[in-house]
């Protein structure tokens, strides 16, 4: 059964920093491409930050995390945990953060085209 499980979650101030963490199991996805999307109250699911699968990783990013975030993943042979470090937040960061995986190796942002998601897990950045 494949499991994507997010931690890291919590309440910081504005300026501050938090690092999430997305624990993949269930299958092999050292060549999954990964990606994290958030949700605000009242708002659509939006694309943060992706990562493909290939040997050497590409990543992607909104245009309003970019400079702040930044995506990654294990670096071992099994690269099954991805991450996110979100640095100089802005209560607009809050929102439900969740993981997502592809089954191909090729990054996206649309999230239609992921076929694994975890549960989420809560941003509150306050000012």
């Known amino acids: 059964q494949v499991q994507l499980v997010e931690s890291g979650g919590g309440l910081v101030q504005a300026g501050g920093s938090l690092r999430l963490s997305c624990a993949a199991s269930?299958?092999?996805?050292?060549?999954?491409?990964m990606g994290w999307f958030r949700q605000a109250p009242g708002k659509e699911r939006e694309f943060v930050a992706t990562?493909?699968?290939?040997?050497?990783?590409?990543?992607?990013?909104a245009d309003s995390v970019k400079g702040r975030f930044t995506i990654s993943r294990d670096k071992d042979n099994d690269k099954s945990t991805v991450y996110l470090q979100m640095n100089i937040l802005k209560p607009e960061d809050t929102a439900v953060y969740y993981c997502?995986?592809?089954?191909?190796?090729?990054?996206?942002?649309?999230?239609?085209?992921?076929?694994?998601w975890g549960q989420g897990t809560q941003v509150t950045v306050s000012s």
């Open positions: 990562i493909s699968g290939s040997a050497v990783s590409i990543t992607y990013y």
């Open positions: 997502a995986a592809r089954a191909v190796s090729s990054y996206s942002i649309n999230m239609r085209e992921y076929d694994y």
């Open positions: 269930g299958r092999t996805f050292s060549r999954s491409a």
